[in-house]
């Protein structure tokens, strides 16, 4: 059974960096890619970037482009979203979700795998 445990949430000041990781586990196979997703309180779901398996292709969506980084260590089976300058607006709840996909990702893709979610909240 895969498994999808993030962490690294916390409480920021508006400005701040954190590093959330997403720790992967219980696949057959390597070919997947990681999506990063957030939710904040009264709002959907919404989609912040993805990460291929190989890390050549790494999309995030322009909210953040600038402001965070993905990246992954396969040896590890882990993804960091490294988040800096953060925002209020940043606060939400983020959660990982795998998409098997053999190369690329896309955040408008097919999760067949989530996280439990770890809470972001970016307050003075």
């Known amino acids: 059974e895969v498994q999808l445990v993030e962490s690294g949430g916390g409480l920021v000041q508006p400005g701040g960096s954190l590093r959330l990781s997403c720790a992967a586990s219980g696949f057959a196979d390597d070919d997947y890619a990681i999506v990063w997703f957030r939710q904040a309180p009264g709002k959907e779901r919404e989609g912040v970037g993805c990460i291929s398996h190989s890390g050549g292709t790494r999309y995030l969506v322009d909210s953040v482009k600038g402001r965070f980084t993905i990246s992954r260590d396969n040896a590890k089976n882990t993804v960091h979203l490294q988040m800096t300058s953060l925002k209020p607006e940043d606060t939400a709840i983020y959660y990982c979700?795998?998409?098997?996909?053999?190369?690329?990702?896309?955040?408008?893709?097919?999760?067949?795998?989530w996280g439990q979610g770890t809470l972001v909240t970016v307050s003075s």
């Open positions: 979700g795998l998409e098997n996909m053999v190369a690329g990702c896309s955040i408008n893709g097919r999760i067949d795998s």
